[in-house]
C-alpha cells in the first residue's frame, strides 16, 4: 500500500468513529423524554427578548467593570510586588495569596453582609455594587499575578537600552516594559476575562433587585416562574454567544501582534 | 503488516460504534424504571424517594443528623403508609420546580414548601393540598413599617421565583424588592441593613422573630396552598395513593399532630 493512500485510509477511519459516536450519543438520548424540560419552545420565545434586553446586558456590563477594576488594581499590584521597598511587597503577596484562595462566592458574601455589619457602611450600587466590588478584587489578584510574569518575561536588555537612551525607570516601564508584557499576556488575559464573564453569575448570592438581574439569576428566575429548565439553556446559549466572539476577536489581535512583532 | 492490521482494528471499532448507535435508538426509555411497588413504578424499589430543597425550617431542616420538619414528617407517614422507606435527597429549587429532578428520575415525589400554581400545573403533577400557606412581613422591632402599604419606596427582601415574590410584585408595587437565593441570604440581608424588610411565608419569618431583634409587621393572607409534586406525565398511580394517605392521615388525626406541633401558637 502506497503511503498516501495507506494514511488517507487511517484519516477515512478516524472520520468513521468521530461520525460514529457522534451519531451514538444523538441517537441514544431519550429526546422525547428531555424535550419537555429543556428545550420548550414556547418558554424560549417567551423569556427571549427580556432575557436579552436586561440579563445579557448586566452580563456584559458587570464584567466590564469588574474587567475595568481587576485590571487597573491588578497593575497596581504587580507593580507593588516587583518594587524593591519591602513592605509594598509583603502586602501585594499578602492580597494575592489571600485572594486567590478564597471562592469568589464567599468573598461576594463577605462584601455584601459582613462587611455593612461590620462597619456599618454599604458599598455604592447595593446589592450589585457589593458583589461587583468582590469581583474586582479577586480578579486583581489573579491578573496581578499574569501581569507580574508578563513584565519579567520583557527582555532584561529592553531595560537596559531604554535606560542608556537617559529614560527614566518610571518612563521605561510605562512605554517600553508594559507595552511588550500586555502583547506577551494577552492569551492569560483573555482566559481571566472570559472567566470574569461566568464569575458575574455568582452575584446572585448578593440578593439582586430585579433591574440588576444577571443572566444566570434572570434564567433561574424565569425557570420557577414557568416551572420549567429552558430559561437555562437559553441563558447558555447567550453565554457562547457572548464568550465566542470576544475569544476570536482576541485571537484576531494575537495574530495582528504576532505579525507586528 | 502491522500498520494494515491496525487500520483494521480501527475500522472494525468504527463498525462496532455504529451498530451500538443503531441498536441504541431501539432502546430508550422502558429500561429506565426498576422498582414496582403495587404498581408503583419508584425510582428505588422499596423506597419512597423524595427530592427537598433542606434548609427550608419549619418545613424541612436537619436535625441530629437526620431530616425532619412538617414536610418531612409528612413523607414518613406517607411512606410508611404505602410500606415504603423513605429516602431523602437534598436538591436545589431549582431543579425540583423546573421537574428536571423527576424527569431525571433522581425521586419519586418534591415535598418542599412548594406552592400549587397553575402555571406550574402545566409542568407538574400536584398532590391534594396539604397546607395553607399565608404570606408575612419581617421588619426590624424599631421598624415604622406596620403593613404592606408602608413597604413603598422601601427595599424588601424576597425569595427569588417565590409565590412571595409574585405576591410582593403584585401587592406592593411601589417597594423595591430584592431577590435572593434562599432565606439565609434573606434573613443575612436583614441583620445587615441590605434591606428593610423581608416579605416571605409565615413560618419562615415566624423563626426569625425568636431573639427579640424582628417582629411581624403583617400577615397576609392568600388562597395558597402547598403540595407535592410529581412528574407530569406517568404519575398518575403514585398521586392517588399519596392523596390516599393524605386523606387517611386527616381522618386519624395524625396530621393535626404533626401540624400542631410545628404551627401551634
Known amino acids: ?261 | 503488516m502491522l500498520s494494515k492490521k491496525s487500520a483494521m482494528l480501527a475500522a472494525m471499532a468504527a463498525m462496532a460504534a455504529g451498530a451500538l448507535a443503531l441498536s441504541a435508538c431501539g432502546g430508550g426509555s422502558d429500561d429506565a424504571g426498576s422498582g414496582e411497588a403495587g404498581g408503583l413504578d419508584l425510582v428505588s424499589e422499596g423506597s419512597l424517594t423524595v427530592c427537598s430543597d433542606i434548609p427550608y425550617p419549619p418545613f424541612e431542616y436537619e436535625e441530629n443528623g437526620e431530616y425532619t420538619g412538617f414536610d418531612m414528617d409528612l413523607m414518613k407517614e406517607i411512606a410508611s403508609g404505602m410500606g415504603l422507606e423513605l429516602a431523602v435527597q437534598d436538591v436545589g429549587f431549582d431543579g425540583l420546580q423546573s421537574g428536571a429532578v423527576l424527569g431525571a428520575r433522581q425521586c419519586d415525589i418534591g415535598a418542599s414548601a412548594v406552592t400549587i400554581t397553575e402555571e406550574r400545573k402545566a409542568n407538574l403533577a400536584f398532590s391534594d393540598p396539604y397546607y395553607d400557606s399565608l404570606q408575612s412581613i419581617l421588619v426590624p422591632t424599631d421598624s415604622d413599617i406596620a403593613s404592606i402599604d408602608d413597604l413603598a419606596g422601601k427595599q424588601v427582601g424576597v425569595q427569588q421565583g417565590t409565590t412571595g415574590a409574585t405576591y410582593a410584585a403584585e401587592n406592593a408595587p411601589e417597594a423595591e424588592l430584592v431577590q435572593f437565593p434562599s432565606d439565609a441570604e434573606m434573613y443575612a440581608a436583614i441583620q445587615a441593613g441590605n434591606v428593610d424588610a423581608l416579605l416571605q411565608d409565615l413560618p419562615v419569618n415566624i423563626g426569625h422573630t425568636e431573639d427579640g431583634a424582628f417582629t411581624i409587621a403583617e400577615e397576609l393572607p392568600t388562597d395558597e396552598q402547598y403540595g407535592f409534586i410529581m412528574a407530569k406525565d406517568g404519575s398518575e398511580e403514585l398521586v392517588a395513593a399519596v392523596n390516599e394517605q393524605l386523606t387517611a392521615l386527616r381522618d386519624s388525626g395524625t396530621y393535626q399532630e404533626i401540624y400542631d406541633s410545628y404551627f401551634a401558637e
Open chain 1, 1 to 261: 500500500m502506497k503511503r498516501s493512500t495507506r494514511r488517507r485510509l487511517i484519516q477515512g477511519v478516524l472520520y468513521a468513529v468521530f461520525a460514529a459516536v457522534v451519531l451514538f450519543i444523538i441517537l441514544s438520548a431519550d429526546w422525547a423524554t428531555i424535550q419537555p424540560y429543556f428545550f420548550n419552545v414556547d418558554i424560549a420565545a417567551d423569556v427571549f427578548p427580556e432575557i436579552l434586553t436586561i440579563a445579557a446586558k448586566n452580563t456584559v456590563i458587570y464584567t466590564a467593570i469588574a474587567f475595568v477594576g481587576g485590571l487597573l488594581l491588578g497593575l497596581l499590584l504587580a507593580l507593588m510586588k516587583l518594587s524593591p521597598v519591602l513592605p509594598y511587597r509583603w502586602l501585594a503577596t499578602g492580597y494575592i495569596e489571600l485572594f486567590r484562595g478564597l471562592p469568589a462566592l464567599l468573598v461576594i458574601f463577605g462584601f455584601a453582609y459582613a462587611i455593612p455589619i461590620a462597619f456599618q457602611w454599604r458599598p455604592p450600587g447595593g446589592n450589585a455594587g457589593a458583589g461587583l466590588i468582590a469581583l474586582i478584587i479577586v480578579s486583581a489578584a489573579y491578573i496581578a499575578e499574569t501581569i507580574r510574569a508578563g513584565i519579567e518575561a520583557v527582555p532584561k536588555g529592553q531595560v537596559e537600552a531604554a535606560r542608556s537612551l537617559g529614560m527614566n525607570s518610571a518612563w521605561t516601564m510605562l512605554t517600553v516594559v508594559l507595552p511588550q508584557a500586555f502583547r506577551i499576556i494577552t492569551p492569560p488575559l483573555t482566559n481571566e476575562l472570559v472567566i470574569l464573564i461566568k464569575d458575574t453569575s455568582l452575584l446572585f448570592i448578593a440578593g439582586m433587585a430585579i433591574g440588576d438581574r444577571e443572566l444566570t439569576t434572570f434564567a433561574r428566575d424565569a425557570l420557577t416562574n414557568q416551572a420549567n429548565a429552558t430559561p437555562l439553556v437559553v441563558a447558555a446559549l447567550l453565554y457562547l454567544v457572548i464568550t465566542l466572539p470576544l475569544t476570536q476577536l482576541v485571537a484576531k489581535l494575537e495574530r495582528h501582534n504576532k505579525r507586528g512583532r
